[in-house]
């Protein structure tokens, strides 16, 4: 199983080499700087998290009109709430990394603003 995952990140970090070559090569280099690869991970994961919760409203809408096939939806609920306390850890993770990169000093004024909110949390909003 390591074995596996060492292949794995073995070759998404050949990828991110070849990436960062090609984009040195055209000249935007900039555009690919690490901080730009932690907010595209944090895009996602906030898009990964708005999907849970709104199959989370789903459910919860299901199991209040269900009569006697709560047990079910229950089941479904209580895996994918693990399902979002994994991608809330991802997350956590992630936005360290970030504020760690913005510590360390971006230089530009504008690329620091625009990165300082995507620290901010955002409020998901189930519609009716």
Known sequence: MNRKKN????????LKN???????????????????MEE????????????FYMERANLEYEMQLAGSAKKEIMIKL????AYIRKAVGVQNKHLGV???IL?????DKELTQRAVKKLEPTKVRASA
């Open 78 to 81: 209580e895996k994918l709430n």
């Open 98 to 100: 970030y504020g760690q």
């Open 18 to 36: 070849q990436l960062m070559i090609q984009a040195e090569r055209l000249g935007i280099k900039e555009d690919y700087s690490l901080l730009f």
């Open 7 to 14: 292949t794995q990140k073995k070759l998404v970090n050949e």
């Open 40 to 51: 595209l991970k944090l895009d996602s994961v906030k898009k990964i998290l708005t999907e």
């Open 103 to 107: 510590d360390a000093g971006i230089g």
